[in-house]
């Protein structure tokens, strides 16, 4: 029978399972769990069970049990345990009889405050020598993790669209040369287009009047697109483009309507942009909001036999 995603498994390389074991080691050193946790006299066990017992409600032994991937046993030993201490309540659950709600009292509260503060002040204490740049690439790095060992307990950001900074204009050339040669078949020459395109946003940029958007989602960029100015009336939209996971999640419209309301913003009167017959996403996006085409002519470029078009939208 064939497996399903969700069941099936690939080969493991040793070396991989050697790198994952030898960062466990490290990590959990670091973090101090092989040592009293949080400076108390609990376990990590007993922690992350107050935790979910301050921060959750209508909760079940079972469902934390579930939860927490815990044993029977082991759970009801720690829960008996925290009801000596009068750290806990139990009260019928309305939808089960046989089950009881669990809820820390306010002793159990008293208890777990200091360590919930204490685990804040490691936390921020072995991120403070990271400059900012660095504690960002580690954050979004633990964000990538999550989501690729737990898709489902880690749905991704969406996107958001942010100034470009040092790198992304290099990104938006190999992205455009990478995809349109991987997909349409187009030569370098195209890749050297979008290079002079770029280079002379770059070189003339007008910050009253131009902008540029990267698309970034979960830390990764995704997408970008450009707002030249083409004269005193006419704004030009270029170099729009999606990786291929971004695709089918509206960030291409989103991008489009960006550029549409900075135009508007500024004064301008029509908006313009040059794409090909070929590009059928793109062109539905376009006509969506009210772009026409005006021109169509046939022509040899990057490799292959093409149909430039030339759209406008009245502001």
């Given at each position: 029978?064939?497996?399903?995603?969700?069941?099936?498994?690939?080969t493991?390389?040793?070396?991989?399972?050697k790198?994952?074991?030898?960062f466990?080691?490290?990590?959990?050193?670091?973090i101090?769990?092989?040592?009293?946790?949080?400076g108390?006299?609990?376990?990590?066990?007993?922690?992350?069970?107050?935790?979910?017992?301050?921060?959750?409600?209508?909760?079940?032994?079972?469902?934390?049990?579930?939860?927490?991937?815990?044993?029977?046993?082991y759970?009801?030993?720690?829960?008996r345990?925290?009801?000596?201490?009068?750290?806990?309540?139990?009260?019928?659950?309305?939808?089960?009889?046989?089950?009881?709600?669990?809820?820390?009292?306010?002793?159990?509260y008293?208890?777990?405050?200091?360590?919930?503060?204490?685990?804040?002040?490691?936390?921020?204490?072995?991120?403070?020598?990271l400059p900012?740049?660095?504690?960002?690439?580690?954050?979004?790095?633990?964000?990538?993790?999550?989501?690729?060992?737990?898709?489902?307990?880690?749905?991704?950001?969406?996107?958001?669209?942010?100034?470009?900074?040092?790198?992304?204009?290099?990104?938006?050339?190999?992205?455009?040369?990478?995809?349109?040669?991987?997909?349409?078949?187009?030569?370098?020459?195209?890749e050297?287009?979008?290079?002079?395109?770029v280079?002379?946003?770059?070189?003339?940029?007008q910050?009253?009047?131009?902008?540029?958007?990267?698309?970034?989602?979960?830390?990764?960029?995704?997408?970008?697109?450009?707002v030249?100015?083409?004269?005193?009336?006419?704004?030009?939209?270029?170099l729009?483009?999606?990786?291929?996971?971004?695709?089918?999640?509206?960030?291409?419209?989103?991008?489009?309507d960006e550029?549409?309301?900075?135009?508007?913003?500024?004064?301008?009167?029509?908006?313009?942009l040059?794409?090909?017959?070929?590009?059928?996403?793109?062109?539905a996006?376009?006509?969506?909001?009210?772009?026409?085409?005006?021109?169509?002519?046939?022509?040899?470029?990057?490799g292959?036999?093409?149909?430039?078009?030339?759209?406008e939208?009245?502001?």
């Open positions: 029978m064939a497996s399903t995603p969700e069941t099936r498994h690939h493991v390389p040793a070396a991989n399972v790198a994952l074991r030898g466990n080691r490290f990590y959990t050193q670091r101090g769990v092989l040592t009293p946790y949080l108390s006299e609990l376990s990590l066990t007993d922690v992350r069970v107050l935790y979910e017992l301050a921060h959750r409600q209508e909760l079940t032994a079972t469902g934390l049990g579930r939860d927490l991937g815990l044993d029977a046993g759970l009801s030993r720690i829960l345990r925290f009801e000596s201490q009068g750290w806990i309540a139990r009260k019928p659950s309305p939808a089960d009889a046989r089950q009881s709600l669990l809820q820390l009292t306010e002793a159990g008293q208890a777990f405050a200091p360590l919930q503060q204490r685990s804040r002040d490691e936390a921020a204490a072995l991120l403070a020598p900012g740049p660095a504690q960002q690439q580690l954050t979004q790095a633990l964000a990538t993790v999550q989501r690729l060992l737990d898709p489902a307990a880690a749905p991704p950001k969406p996107a958001v669209l942010r100034d470009p900074q040092p790198g992304d204009m290099g990104w938006v050339v190999q992205q455009h040369g990478e995809i349109y040669a991987r997909e349409y078949g187009w030569d370098n020459t195209f050297a287009l979008v290079a002079s395109i280079a002379g946003y770059v070189r003339d940029y910050p009253a009047w131009e902008r540029c958007w990267i698309a970034e989602r979960d830390g990764e960029r995704v997408g970008s697109v450009f030249v100015r083409k004269s005193k009336t006419v704004a030009q939209l270029r729009l483009i999606l990786t291929a996971q971004a695709r089918g999640l509206g960030l291409g419209a989103r991008l489009t550029c549409i309301t900075f135009a508007r913003s500024k004064g301008y009167k029509k908006m313009v040059w794409t090909n017959s070929c590009l059928d996403s793109a062109r996006i376009y006509a969506k909001r009210g772009f026409q085409l005006v021109k169509s002519e046939p022509y040899t470029g990057f292959k036999d093409l149909v430039g078009e030339t759209w939208l009245k502001l």
